[in-house]
Nanobody
């Protein structure tokens, strides 16, 4: 069983930055591919970023590429999402997700474990 706890969300002005963290309670964190997804009000959940178990491979949604950076610290069982140049369109609940294995995917259904989510609100 994997438990994921997100933190770092909040209210920020457009153009600002936030760093989200996701702490995993699992002994073999380095065996998991990790992803960030988000759900904006009235919209479907969408892929944001994903990172391989080594951190050597990362994928980003086109909408965040160049502004967001995903990283992980396997010694701390934590994955991060650094978000810069935020815009109101980034307002959403952000979810951390984990899937065991080396294949990095962008499809929510391929992730087995999910956190509760953290709210990010960007004001204009």
């Amino acid at each position: 069983q994997v438990q994921l706890v997100e933190s770092g969300g909040g209210l920020v002005q457009a153009g600002g930055s936030l760093r989200l963290s996701c702490a995993a309670s699992v002994r073999t964190f380095s065996s998991y591919t990790m992803g960030w997804f988000r759900r904006a009000p009235g919209k479907e959940r969408e892929f944001v970023a994903a990172i391989s178990w080594t951190g050597g491979t990362t994928y980003y949604a086109d909408s965040v590429n160049g502004r967001f950076t995903i990283s992980r610290d396997n010694a701390k069982n934590t994955v991060y999402l650094q978000m810069n140049s935020l815009s109101p369109e980034d307002t959403a609940v952000y979810y951390c997700a984990a899937r065991i294995g080396v294949v990095v995917t962008t499809t929510p259904g391929t992730y087995s474990y999910w956190g509760q989510g953290t709210q990010v609100t960007v004001s204009s």
